[in-house]
């Protein structure tokens, strides 16, 4: 049994609240288009984007380095705008256990909120905590809304 933890990020949209619900769970194919620097390609192995049960394979650019995550879509919720997706194979699982991530979309006010939670373990308190991914992600995020504030 491992080290739990969980790293959440809440980052405010200047664009459509229905957009990064919608990149995710139908187009993540598109992310890479709209974020370059941080996602390279997002294929899809099994099943169809926006299905629970598919299965889809991110390159991505972390700290200078290429990575992989293969994952499956786990919870598609459309109405409360949740993502859930599991790590079966890549770089994140060589080292933690159990990671997974989930997208919420979040009002407060007039404000609306992306809302990123990563869980996992780590085997030993020698694996470092996955800050610099938390920091990708919130980065990711903001070229994703500015992207789309430019589109509009």
Known sequence: MGLKSV?????????????????FTNKPH???????????????LEGDFGSIGSKICWTYTLDGEKKISKQVIETIDHENKVLTLKEFEGDLVDNYDNWKITL?????????????????????????????????????????????????
Not at 30 to 44: A, D, F, K, R
Not at 113 to 126: A, D, H, Q, S
Not at 136 to 142: C, E, L, N, R
Request: glycine share 2%.
């Open 30 to 44: 598109h992310v890479s288009t709209m974020c370059p620097l941080h996602v390279q390609g997002c294929e899809l």
């Open 7 to 23: 790293l959440c990020a809440k980052i405010e949209m200047k664009a459509n609240k229905d957009v990064f619900h919608d990149v």
């Open 104 to 152: 919420h979309i979040e009002t407060k006010g007039e404000i609306d909120l992306v809302c990123w939670t990563m869980e996992y373990e780590r085997p030993n308190e020698n694996v470092p905590e996955l800050i610099n991914l938390l920091d990708f992600i919130v980065s990711m995020s903001k070229a994703i809304d500015d992207h789309h504030v430019k589109m509009n």
